[in-house]
């Protein structure tokens, strides 16, 4: 049994569950099960119990599942960005990708739960053709350079060009600047890249995927702002080759809104 306590809006109550709720708890205190259940988090940020039976709960209340892509040139921390953000570590031995590799996790934005399903290309040209296969539908992609090498951000329209090409018009694009630790070595300032995010319509963070700062919010900003176009009706899930699919949660709510609105009442305690 978890007990936790949360503040929902300005009122602290207790709340037992032996499921995890996210509907607006902000948690501030929680007790490890023998489940190895750690802390929860509110808002948007990660849930860090998906451990079987509060894994199998979230799986199951999914709302939308997004096709991501990480992509930018070889060497510049896009497996290791992916690893720290799934495995919350650094990946210290970390080889050239030999064509694609997939991660996936589920994230928590603003009440939601998002399975993000991402693609980590290889950067090295000789694997372009592969790579460039695994595009069509995207809905977001992670375009990263390294703060530390001007190569990589002289490179980075050549890829902006791809992702619109071949995955959709409609992707959203975060630049991420990674290695951010290694400011000594900076060949690339903050300044010029966002003012490259700005006059070519992307979002921008810098990042290190060895200190793990920035790297969730790289993910989860991008995430939040699909669901944004989402809503304002500016992207449609339904249109072949959005990289979007509904969930469970998400389709219950379609087809019957009133049962689902009780339902997930009914499953949440707080
Ligand atoms: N200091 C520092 N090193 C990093 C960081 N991210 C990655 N590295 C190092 O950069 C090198 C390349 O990292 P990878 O993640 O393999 O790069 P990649 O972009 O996936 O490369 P390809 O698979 O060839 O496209 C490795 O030696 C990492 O240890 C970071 O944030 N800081």
């Known amino acids: ?9 300005k009122k602290l ?8 709720c996210w509907h607006g708890c902000l948690t501030t205190t929680g007790r490890k099960t023998s489940e190895g259940v750690s802390w929860i ?11 079987g039976k509060h894994q199998r709960e979230v799986r199951r209340r999914k709302d939308f599942l997004f096709k991501f892509l990480v992509i930018g040139n070889a060497g510049t921390g896009k497996s290791c960005l992916l690893h720290q953000f799934i495995e919350k570590k650094f990946k210290d031995d970390s080889n050239h990708t030999i064509g694609v590799e997939f991660g996936s996790k ?22 372009r053709s592969v790579t460039r296969s695994y595009y069509r ?6 375009l990263v350079y390294d703060i530390t090498s ?10 902006l060009t791809d992702a619109r090409m071949l995955a959709s018009q409609n992707i959203v694009i975060i630049l991420c600047g990674n290695k951010k630790d290694l400011d000594a070595d900076r060949e690339v300032t903050f300044l010029e890249a966002s003012r490259f995010a700005q006059e070519n319509e ?3 963070l810098e990042t290190s995927a060895l200190t793990g700062e920035n790297v969730e919010e790289a993910f989860v900003q991008c995430a939040r702002k699909i669901l944004n176009k989402i809503e304002s009706g500016e992207l449609d899930p339904e249109r072949m080759g959005s990289g979007i699919q509904y969930g469970d949660a998400a389709l219950r709510q379609l087809r019957s ?4 609105q009780a339902q997930s009442a009914q499953e949440c305690g707080c």
């Open 257 to 260: 809104p009133r049962r689902a």
């Open 150 to 159: 001007r190569e990589t951000y002289n490179a980075l329209t050549n890829w």
């Open 1 to 9: 049994e978890l007990i936790v306590r949360v503040t929902l809006g």
């Open 137 to 142: 539908g995207a809905a977001g992609a992670l």
């Open 106 to 127: 589920i994230i928590n934005v603003g009440g939601k739960y998002v399975k993000l399903q991402i693609w980590d290309t290889a950067g090295q040209e000789r694997f």
């Open 13 to 20: 109550r207790e709340c037992v569950h032996t499921s995890l």
């Open 202 to 204: 992307l979002m921008f």
């Open 41 to 51: 988090a509110g808002g948007d940020r990660v849930c860090q119990c998906f451990t």
